[in-house]
Nanobody, 115 residues
């Protein structure tokens, strides 16, 4: 049974930082790409960052230079370091992987950035 559990969200002021974590279980973590998505109220879910099994990364234009995705295969965990947070980053952040053609999602962690 695949499980993704996010943590690290919270309320911060604009310009501050947060680090999100996503702990995965039930999959051979090291061979799968992992992603962070976010969804703000009334908006579609969007890709924030993705890291491949080889460590390659890609980012949404809106977060390039501010967010960094990384992974620790020994801990089955993917991270999202978020710096210089803006009110527009306020969203529910979800962890995602696709295994055996199935998309798996965590329940999300809420990030709120006040101005």
């Amino acid at each position: 049974q695949v499980q993704l559990v996010e943590s690290g969200g919270g309320l911060v002021q604009a310009g501050e930082s947060l680090r999100l974590s996503c702990a995965a279980s039930g999959i051979r973590f090291s061979i799968y790409a992992m992603g962070w998505y976010r969804q703000a109220p009334g908006k579609q879910r969007e890709l924030v960052a993705r890291i491949g099994s080889d460590g390659s990364t890609n980012y949404a234009d809106s977060v390039k230079g501010r967010f960094t995705i990384s992974r620790d295969n020994a801990k089955n965990t993917v991270y999202l370091q978020m710096n210089s947070l803006e009110p527009e980053d306020t969203s529910l952040y979800y962890c995602n992987t696709k295994a055996f053609t199935i998309d798996y999602w965590g329940k999300g962690t809420l990030v709120t950035v006040s101005s």
